[in-house]
């Protein structure tokens, strides 16, 4: 599967430090990994809880945080691998700078954020984990990276495609590309981290 930034509408290329950085960090990349896809499965359940009333919202959703959540499950055993313990969940400025754009006070329009800013996140996981299967040296996480790149690919278009079953296609195609002009001014303010997906 070619994933490219055209492919996931991203503006903005990972800095080519991160990934040198991430290599040599690789036990912290993949604490903070962890705790990204618990994460993930989190804000699907969020909207779930949120939107109950959303048939094909729930039915599309729910076998997602199961796989969220399989994902979780399959970094710990990495961890594991490596006698590395979990430890606490770190900041993640990333997604904390995203979750302030989410429009307040209209419904619809919290609504449609909610679902394109988890899209964005799936998109930049995407790119982070093709850039980790194509660098690491470890070949049994490079194949790890690349199954991941796939799934978070197929994640990203299911955000849009919800967004776009419940809220005018205009509007959606207008809120995302606000949200990745967004996205890569946030990405210009954060210095490349190694010890973080994001």
Not at 122 to 142: H, M, P, V
């Amino acid at each position: 599967m070619a994933t490219s930034l055209t492919t996931l509408g991203l503006e903005l290329p990972t800095d080519p430090r991160w990934t040198n950085i991430a290599a040599m960090q690789i036990g912290d990349v993949l604490i903070d990994h962890a705790y990204c896809e618990q994460k993930a499965a989190s804000s699907c359940i969020s909207l779930i809880v949120h939107y109950p009333d959303k048939a094909l919202l729930v039915e599309t959703l729910t076998p997602i945080v199961a796989e969220e959540w399989g994902h979780f499950q399959r970094v710990l055993k990495e961890l594991k691998k490596r006698n590395i313990p979990l430890g606490r969940q770190r900041k993640d400025e990333y997604v904390n700078q995203l979750m302030q754009l989410i429009t307040k006070g209209d419904q619809e329009k919290m609504f449609l954020d909610r679902l394109l800013i988890c899209g964005l996140i799936e998109a930049r996981s995407c790119e982070r984990f093709k850039l980790l299967s194509e660098n690491l040296e470890d070949e049994s996480l490079q194949k790890f990276y690349r199954e991941l790149m796939i799934s978070e690919a197929g994640h990203y278009r299911t955000f849009l495609e919800l967004a776009e079953t419940y809220v005018a296609h205009d509007k959606v195609r207008s809120r995302w590309k606000e949200l990745l002009h967004a996205e890569a001014a946030i990405m210009n303010t954060l210095s490349p981290r190694g010890d973080r997906i994001h």
